[in-house]
Structure formats: C-alpha cells, structure tokens
C-alpha cells in the first residue's frame, strides 16, 4: 500500500491510508484498497473517524465569529486609533482624567460595535447554513443526500448535470459526462470525462478520468471516488497561494468613496487649527488634542456596526420572507434593480407541468405515444424536470408502469442537442426499441419517416411543413409541446449520438402550466417600484407570447435568438431596452442579454436555477436563484429564494431599499450634523478667548449623539422612497453634508454670539451650553432628516424616537448630576438661558425643514457619470 501524503498535506501525518498525489494515473480497484474503501462507499463510523482526522471539506473556512476576533476587529478602525492616540497624549502629560474620558469612550464605541457585529455575524452565519452545498453519496451501501462538508477520502458520491463537484476524485462509471472546468483551466468548453487510466505527467486539462473540486457537471451522470478533499483539492491549492476576492459591490464601492471624502475633510480642518491655535500662541497639547477630538467629532465612528446591524436586520426580515442574502452588500443591488430578466416557468405560470395530451402526427390521442414517453421518462436518470414528472404521473394515472421492459443505455440531455434518448428492449428479449423525445425541431431534425395510423412512412417536405404548422398552432393557444421519435435496431451494448438518426416522428407531448394566480397584480407592484420584467427562454415565440399577453406584458416587443445572433453589439445594446420577450434563446445567449442591458444603464437581476443560468447569474448586478434550483445556479447567486416566486422577490426588493435607505439615513444625517458642527467651532476657536469645546466634551457629544442611530434600522421609511431604486451618490452626499452642516453652522455662530453678547457667558458655562444645545441640534435633526416629507407627516420607528428622546433628557440632566459634571467640565445654566437655548433650537427646527423642503423640490442630478462607468462594466 502506498503512504505517500496527499498534495497539500505540508508532509502532515494522517491516521488514514494515502495516495499518491498523480491518482489519475492508477486503477480504480487500486485505489478504492489504498482508500480502504468499495463501490459502494464507506461506513458511517469510519467517515467520521476520517472526518475528524482530515477536517471538514472545506476551502479556507471563515472561522466563526468569535469573541476575541470581533472585539480586536473594533480596534483597526482609523478612527479608534485616532481617539487611542489621543488618550496616550494625555496620559503621558498626566491628565488622567481626560485620558480616563478617553478610554471610557473608545470602549463604550468599541463594545456598541462588537455587540451589534457579533449579533449579526451569528444570524448571517445561521442564514448561510440553510444554503450549504450537499451532495448524494454512499454511506453504509445506501445513497444518502448530506452536507458536501462532511465528504471524506473514499466516499464514493454520484454527480449529475446541474452538480457542482464537491472535492477531487477518480470517475468509477461515466455516461455522456461533461465537466466545465473553467474554474481551473480556463478552458471555455465542457471537457468529457470517463473511466480510464491518465499517466502521471498529463496536465490538468488531459486528466479526462478525474474530476476537480470548484468544477460543475454540465451533462451526463458519473459515480466518483473522492480522493483529496478541503484544503488537499487542487482549488485549495490555488486558492492557499491567490485569494479570489469577489469585486466590490457599488455599495462597497460607495463606502470606499464616502471614507476619501470624510479623510480630505479632516486633513484640511486639523491643519486648520493647528496652524490658528498656533499663531494665537495656544498650547501645542491644548490644540492638538481639540483638532483631533474634531477629526473624530466628523466621523461616524459607529459606522461598521450601524451598516452591519442594519444590514444584518434587513437580511434577517427577508429571510423571514422567504429571502435569503448570500451576500450581505448585495442588499443595496436587490434595491437598486431596475430590470428583471427571468424566465417564466415557475415565476410567471405555475411551474407545475401536466400533460394535457399525447398525440399522434396527426393530432389525434394516441397512447401509444403516452407509452413510450412514460417509458422514456420513468427510466431517465439525469436531471429531475417537471416535464418528466409529468409523464410518469400520466402514466401512472393511466396504469402504465415498466414491468416487462429493461433499460438497455441513456443518451442523456444536453443544450445542443436538446434531446434525451432511451434505449430499452422486452424482458423476454427481441429488438431495442430507440425512444427520443426533446425539442420539436431537434428531434424533428433526426427523422426520416413518419408514423401514420401505425405504420412508418416517409418524411417529405410537405409532411414537415404539416407538422410545424401544428406545433405552432399549439403553441399560440399556450400549450409547451416536446416531439417524440422512435426506431428499432438489432440489439448492442452501448449507444451514441450517432445513433440518434432514421427515426420515425411518432407524435407529440402537449404540456400545459398555467399562469400562476395573481402574477398579473405582482408584476404591476414590480412596475409601480420602477422594475421592468424582461422574459428570457428558450420556449417557442408563440408559447411565450401566449404567455405575455395573458400576464400584461408586451408580446410584441419580442426578439428571437436567432435575430440576437444576426445582431451585432451596438445593435442588441439599443434593441434590449425596449424588449420584454427574449425567446427561442440559447444557454450562452443569456449572458449577452444582460450585459447589454447593463450597458444600456440598468442595473440588472437575474433569476435563474438551470446549469445553462450561471454565466448570467455572474454577469448580473444581483443573481437571484431558488433554493431548488441545480448546485451551480444556486452557488453563483447573491440572493435566494425560498420559493420561486416573483411575489416574494417583490419583497426582497422592498426590504433592500429600506435597509439602504435606512443606511444613507445615518451615513447623511450624522455627517452633516457633526459637520456643521465641527466647522463652527473651527471657526470660532480663533476669535473666542478659550476654545468652544474641550476635547473630550466633543467626543462625549460625539458618542451620545450616535446611540439612538443604533435604532435606525428598525426606522420607518416612506412608501415613496420605495418606489425607485437608491443608490450609493457620493455627490449628492457631500451636497447633503454641506448644505445641512452649513445650516446648522449659521445657528451655531448665532448661538455663539448669544452666548458672549447677550449672556455674557464665562468658559465653562460658555462649553455646557454649546455642548448641551449642539447635542440637541444633532438629536432634533434625525427626526427631522430621516424624511423627504414635512417631519410631522413621517412617522419614526419607536425605537427611534424612545432612544432619541431618552438622549436628549439625558443631555438636558448632565450638568445637573455632580460627578460627571465635575470630569466634563459642565455647570447648569441659568432658567433664562435655558429659554435662550430653546428659541435658538426651535429656530434651527424651522429652518432645517424650510431648507430641507428646497433641496429636495430641486430637480434630480442625471448620473450619467454611473451609467458611463456601468457601461465600462458591461464591456
């Protein structure tokens, strides 16, 4: 027995038998012994044994969310380490107290942050455990369906097409098995595997006896031996040495931009006051101190663990609706779709298929044709369909079964072909009897006769032009038909697809699903949120134009695959915007479709569960799959669906434009605020006698202000916010932060000027004033700026306004409780100025909502800069 370590063992021992790394090149029975394992697998107790040995079959498994690695995850904030810097400085100049200060702020920011994250990490983690790959696999002589996870060397799993394969492993038995494996090869074109023997030195792309961890079956069925798993595969060796990182979401994209504008704020306003305290001849300490309590006092430091909790909250609602988010920035993607592309079964019918009827040439029932299609579809072992299921239950109903009949060879289903073929033969023995059905045209194309009243004559051109004038008959009354075909030949082991030929046309298969009730009402909701539905399948045009116009679409607005072929780029680019049925298309069409959708300027979801469905659903701005759908769609999506229904998508997208909205409230509001109030006491630091704030009063302003936003999430947003997509703007927030901060900056010069003239206010009645109403002015203008409306006809989410409120109290008794009074400095103000104070907010309330309803009466900025760049995308 060979002892040599897997590939990417590092020479590690292993209590389990090893191979050696080339195990393409050794026989099957070999290996299963080296494995210790048979055709039929391993035992439970011994793949638990290797389980715990080996480790899970996992690829760099993101370790849990623990404790120790979210609390020191609060710590790499720029800013956590701005406020660290500061409280070394005081503590090496001995002002403890101030230093304490410090402290108690960072951890207090510090633990908000690791609560809400470690929340939300648990609930995403427990959200993407409903989603975990499985695979069917032999387990004590039984095929059993289990968590890919848990996959062992030796295991011995079936594939099919539509899997995803789960780890490294030699091919035992292969039927028409093709493999993409352009994951690791880059190779575009499916390659066919089967039982053999490779030698030791052939490249990836020649090893057609194995099959590679991170590659999807695209046709056929396949039993393997799982040699390598995890880390061992070749995927986990590439992956150790290059990280894939996924591409930044536009709202990533967005953050990214936001922290380059807050960063070139701060540089110019500590340099600032630096460079006045300086010449003012204050302290160096004193004014370092206060530019960096500013820097800080701009930035929302609470902003990881606001956008985790609200995303995380928002994941949580849509899974409680039947959403689930693989990817949390995807969130803001779902919202910011404007165009659909699905395809209409199961999404716009029922996408229950039921045989309607079975029919020879010449329209008329016929069961002899029910027979063979029963027959063809009870012994299919590839991938399970509706249509299939549908046969079987016909059958079934009718009293048909297999008895008397062996299944002799499969030519299974492919995208070219279009076609599944049965071989089978009489118990008894005597001729196989060749059955094909599939895609009219595709199994029309292999005939050469066709069965009259039971008897085989031949195919003419009249006769052909006859037959596609009744399936498009059917078609236009909304019935799907697939052709059925037939031939006998004398008996042999093994069939091919050359043997797909001279077969007689033995009838016609009429299925019908039905549009699925209120899908009508569902797509005017979609349409009422600015989202237009473009229908895209490989179905007849006259099926799915049957289809669109009993659903409301447009089924004139109509282009075949065959056109799309004619077309070049520039012309599909103006033509897809203006198409709702995108018909009779093949698998790689698909991709096209939507990369010139997005060219166009859309920002495109698609929505697919087939093998053919993956190259689109990467393309896509947000690929939406269902939680039935094949291993490869569902793994290339960024959002599930639990039930393949546009109803539940319409909710998604609600509940993505509300967790964003709900974001870009936060990220706007506490930015301008803190803003405007920075640059008023920038401002104001070299003409007052002592500086406006001290330092650690602004980081207590700065922390306390940020509490009620921790409810935001759980906020109230306008009906009308939902009916257009949002989107990250880093202009039109930079216009927000200095139009609202700049409001609140004149009322804060005005209360400056109060204070000094009018109440003639000493330094530290001068702070507890400015540091109580700038509070205030920063608590008051969440209500107010959380809305487009007139603040009274928005009602807050309770949360919300109860944190709000408990905030601004708690503002208010500050200078009246001794002890931390004492530490900050603060001493209460006098009734008459408490008067003062409340005029000056109740100035600031009323113009904050006069200019907030001007900046939004103003006419909309066009983002062509977004479509541009969408555009480079696309290309």
């Not at 070394?88 to 994250?117: K, N, P, Y």
């Amino acid at each position: 027995m060979n002892t040599l370590a897997p590939a990417g063992a590092r020479g590690e021992a292993s209590a389990r038998p090893g191979v050696e790394p080339a195990f393409w090149s050794r026989e099957a029975k070999a290996l299963l012994a080296d494995l210790g394992s048979g055709p039929q697998g391993l035992s439970s107790t011994e793949a638990a044994r290797r389980l715990r040995l080996d480790g899970p079959n996992l690829i760099d498994e993101e370790p849990a969310a623990g404790v120790l690695r979210l609390a020191l995850r609060q710590f790499q904030s720029p800013l956590v380490l701005i406020l660290v810097f500061g409280g070394a400085v005081s503590a090496a100049l001995r002002e403890w107290v101030d230093a304490a200060i410090i402290l108690a702020i960072v951890l207090g920011s510090c633990g908000l942050g690791f609560v809400q994250e470690f929340r939300a990490s648990h609930a995403v983690a427990q959200l993407r455990r409903r989603l975990a790959l499985k695979a069917r696999v032999w387990r004590d002589g039984t095929p059993r369906l289990m968590e890919a996870r848990a996959l062992v060397p030796g295991d011995v799993v079936q594939l099919a097409a539509g899997h995803l394969v789960p780890a490294d492993g030699l091919v035992l038995e292969a039927r028409d098995f093709l493999v993409n494996e352009s994951s690791l090869t880059g190779e575009s074109f499916p390659v066919e595997k089967q039982a053999g023997v490779v030698e030791a030195a052939a490249p990836m792309a020649r090893r057609s006896n194995a099959v590679f961890m991170g590659t999807s079956v695209r046709s056929g069925t396949a039993t393997v031996l799982l040699v390598h798993t995890g880390g061992r595969t070749a995927f986990g060796a590439v992956a150790a040495r290059l990280r894939d990182v996924a591409p930044d979401t536009e709202f990533e994209r967005g953050v990214q931009q936001f922290g380059v504008l807050l960063v070139r704020v701060m540089v110019v306003m500590v340099l600032f006051v630096l460079i006045v305290n300086q010449w003012l001849g204050r302290p160096w300490i004193e004014s370092l101190l206060f530019a960096v309590a500013l820097a800080v006092g701009l930035s929302p430091e609470l902003l990881p663990a606001i956008m985790s909790v609200t995303l995380s909250a928002g994941a949580r609602r849509m899974a409680r609706r039947g959403v689930i988010v693989r990817r949390l920035a995807a969130i803001e993607n779902l919202g910011g779709m404007d165009v659909l592309c699905t395809d209409k079964t199961g999404t716009l019918t029922e996408g229950v298929m039921s045989l309607d009827a079975a029919v020879s040439p010449q329209g008329d029932p016929a069961v002899e044709v029910l027979r063979l299609a029963f027959l063809n579809a009870a012994f299919e072992t590839g991938i399970e369909n509706p249509l299939d299921l549908a046969l079987v239950a016909a059958g079934e109903q009718a009293g048909m079964d297999t008895q008397g009949w062996r299944k002799v060879d499969e030519i299974p289903y492919d995208f070219l072909r279009k076609r599944l073929t049965i071989v089978v033969e009489p118990a008894a023995g005597g001729p196989h009897r060749v059955i094909t059905k599939g895609a009219f045209d595709n199994v029309l194309s292999v005939c050469t006769q066709v069965d009259r009243n039971g008897v085989p004559v031949a195919l003419d051109d009249a006769e052909r032009e006859r037959l596609r004038a009744w399936y498009q008959a059917q078609g236009m009354r909304g019935l799907r038909l697939l052709g059925l075909a037939t031939r006998t030949t004398e008996p042999r082991a093994a069939y091919g697809h050359d043997d797909e030929r001279g077969m007689c046309f033995t009838g016609f298969l009429c299925f019908v699903d039905p549009p699925k009730a209120g899908v009508q009402a569902t797509l005017e909701q979609l349409a009422a949120r600015g989202i237009a539905i473009k229908v895209i399948t490989g179905d007849n045009r006259h099926v799915a134009a049957h289809l669109a116009a009993r659903v409301g679409l447009d089924a004139q607005a109509m282009l075949t695959g065959e056109q799309i072929n004619a077309m070049n780029d520039e012309a599909l680019w103006q033509r897809a915007g203006g198409t709702t049925l995108f018909v009779e298309v093949d698998p790689q069409q698909k991709e096209r479709i939507v990369r010139a959708l997005q060219h166009a300027g859309h920002s495109v979801g698609y929505l697919g569960d087939g093998i053919n469905d993956a190259p689109a659903l990467h393309a896509a701005d947000v690929g939406i799959s269902v939680d039935q759908a094949v291993d490869v769609a569902r793994e290339s999506a960024d959002v599930v669906l639990l039930r393949r229904d546009l109803a539940v998508l319409c909710q998604g997208v609600e509940e993505g434009r509300r967790t964003f909205a709900n974001t870009l409230k936060y990220i706007g509001i506490t930015t301008s605020a803190n803003f405007g109030n920075m640059v008023s006491m920038a401002l104001a630091a070299p003409l007052l006698p002592f500086l406006p704030l001290a330092a650690k009063q602004i980081l207590l302003n700065n922390f306390l202000s940020d509490l009620p936003s921790l409810a935001i999430s759980t906020d109230n947003v306008d009906e009308e916010r939902l009916a257009f997509a949002q989107r990250w703007d880093v202009h039109d927030l930079r216009r927000f932060m200095i139009v609202f901060g700049l409001t609140s900056t004149v009322f804060d010069l005005l209360g400056f000027w109060l204070l000094l003239k009018v109440f003639d206010a000493h330094e530290a009645l001068f702070q507890t004033s400015w540091f109580v109403v700038s509070l205030l002015t920063e608590l008051v203008v969440v209500l107010l700026l959380r809305t487009h409306r007139p603040a009274w006809r928005s009602r807050p989410g309770t949360l919300l306004a109860v944190s709000t409120l408990a905030v601004a109290v708690l503002a208010v008794a500050l200078p009246y409780i001794p002890p931390v009074a004492s530490m900050f400095g603060l001493e209460p103000p006098s009734p008459l100025l408490w008067l003062g104070l409340g005029a000056l907010l109740l100035g600031y309330v009323v113009a904050t909502e006069v200019v907030k309803q001007r900046f939004y009466a103003a006419p909309p900025v066009r983002r062509r800069g977004r479509v541009r760049a969408r555009r480079r995308r696309a290309a």
